[in-house]
């Protein structure tokens, strides 16, 4: 090989390798604006980690109470809490499973929407802490047999909804996997990826594993991706249909458990075998690598450089949140009202004042020490001050509690307790 050609090939690497560093800066600032947002002040909101998508949280803790022949309210809370839409195209859907022996479903007074077809936006700027809806159900129960004093049951909430997890990730390609240069002279080195942490959904990428190998002229760079069910609920099939939360429509074999994987590098993508991928005790691993097609553009002759991976699952997933009944008969049950100030009598949303069952709402904002008035759960942190009142509907509710001005569970169902006073009105 003459000097000139030498020459030659030595600055179109050079060209090639520059060229490649350009884009991969151009790529890693782009990862930096998906994955954490825009800046503010210095630091980035964190969209895209931990392992929670949609979300079913009660407003309050603690077994329900009532007696048969009777009705008593319980609310739930849907919300966002990963970093992707689920849009009205392709819904969440929330259903409602008791004993009917028991308990029917009487209405959900807010009609806010139908429960069936949820759309909510996922954590972003313009939603902090996850776009939310909450539903307000009043159920029914039924007489209890003669001989029975008491009767505990439940009532479960399950939610089904479509969710994606993504990843991306520098990675190093190893263009001189053969020796050609030491390890001291290269670019890079490659390591795995490895986190516990997830990415924004349920179902998370916890080790990615690159690895290369030779094809004459060329090298194949490949990935070995572990995927893990990190939540509480259970994997559908991905969400390629409308039929996905259709429960008369799954199949008890193949739809459990499936995730679609889509993978590229530097945005080619890459083939992923299988490329439905069935969860084995929640977990399992998939191979993608640089299809035939694209491996021209891996040569041995280029120098070891960073590039960018993405990984993409889609899934369906199902959360589910039970609250246990307690079912008195009023015939077995001294029905004295209020007898030494018990207020076992009143509605869940009500405290005894002393002389009558009024809303915890109203009581709480001139009583705001009393023990009942630090709801749990979801509003642990919740403060009441004089201002509050049953004075919001349901959309106003849901903008003021992300401000700690709104609480759910402490008026009668349809109306909200909501600080009055506050600058959000």
Same mark, same amino acid.
């Given at each position: 090989?003459?000097?000139?050609?030498?020459?030659?090939?030595?600055?179109?690497?050079?060209?090639?390798?520059?060229?490649?560093?350009?884009?991969?800066g151009l790529l890693l600032s782009a990862i930096v604006l998906v994955a954490g947002g825009c800046m503010q002040s210095g630091t980035a909101p964190q969209y895209y980690t931990g392992i929670k998508g949609l979300e079913l949280i009660f407003p309050y803790d603690g077994t329900i109470q009532t007696f048969d022949n009777d009705t008593f309210f319980l609310g739930i809370i849907v919300r966002n809490s990963g970093p992707e839409d689920v849009t009205t195209t392709n819904p969440a859907r929330l259903s409602i499973n008791y004993d009917p022996k028991y308990i029917s479903?009487?209405?959900?007074?807010?009609?806010?929407? &139908?429960?069936s077809h949820i759309a909510l936006q996922g954590r972003s700027r313009d939603y902090p802490i996850g776009d939310?809806?909450?539903?307000d159900f009043s159920y029914n129960t039924k007489a209890l047999d003669s001989t029975r004093e008491q009767v505990k049951t439940s009532l479960t909430y399950?939610?089904?909804?479509?969710?994606?997890?993504?990843?991306?990730?520098?990675?190093?390609? &190893?263009?001189?996997?053969?020796?050609i240069m030491n390890d001291a002279s290269k670019a890079c080195t490659p390591t795995s990826y490895t986190s516990g942490e997830g990415q924004g959904g349920p179902v998370a990428i916890t080790r990615i594993d690159p690895k290369t190998s030779g094809e004459g002229q060329n090298v194949r760079p490949s990935f070995e991706i572990y995927i893990e069910n990190l939540g509480d609920g259970y994997v559908l099939n991905s969400p390629d249909g409308a039929y996905h939360c259709d429960f008369s429509k799954l199949d008890n074999n193949g739809d459990w458990n499936q995730i679609t994987v889509k993978a590229n590098l530097s945005g080619t993508e890459l083939e992923c075998m299988?490329?439905?991928?069935?969860?084995?005790d929640k977990n399992s691993y998939v191979r993608c690598f640089v299809k035939?097609? &694209?491996?021209?553009?891996?040569?041995?002759?280029?120098?070891?450089y960073l590039t960018v991976f993405t990984g993409q699952l889609d899934y369906g997933y199902i959360e589910t949140a039970t609250r246990d009944i307690e079912i008195q008969s009023q015939k077995q049950y001294s029905?004295?009202?209020?007898?030494?100030?018990?207020?076992?009598?009143?509605n869940f949303y009500e405290k005894w004042n002393g002389a009558q069952c009024v809303a915890k709402c109203e009581y709480c904002a001139t009583n705001l020490n009393d023990p009942d008035c630090k709801p749990k759960g979801t509003f642990a942190n919740f403060t009441f001050t004089s201002g509050f009142s049953c004075s919001c509907e349901l959309q106003g509710c849901i903008q003021k509690s992300r401000t700690g001005d709104c609480v759910y569970g402490f008026c009668q169902p349809g109306t909200y307790c909501c600080n009055t006073a506050s600058a959000s009105n």
């Open positions: 090989m003459t000097a000139s050609k030498t020459a030659a090939n030595s600055k179109s690497r050079v060209q090639k390798s520059t060229a490649k560093l350009v884009v991969l479903l009487a209405s959900s007074p807010n009609a806010n929407g &139908d429960y939310e809806e909450y539903y399950t939610l089904c909804y479509p969710y994606s997890t993504s990843l991306s990730t520098a990675v190093c390609i &190893d263009a001189q996997k053969n020796g299988p490329k439905q991928l069935r969860l084995v035939t097609s &694209d491996i021209a553009a891996y040569s041995k002759a280029d120098r070891n029905l004295t009202p209020f007898v030494q100030g018990v207020n076992t009598h009143c």
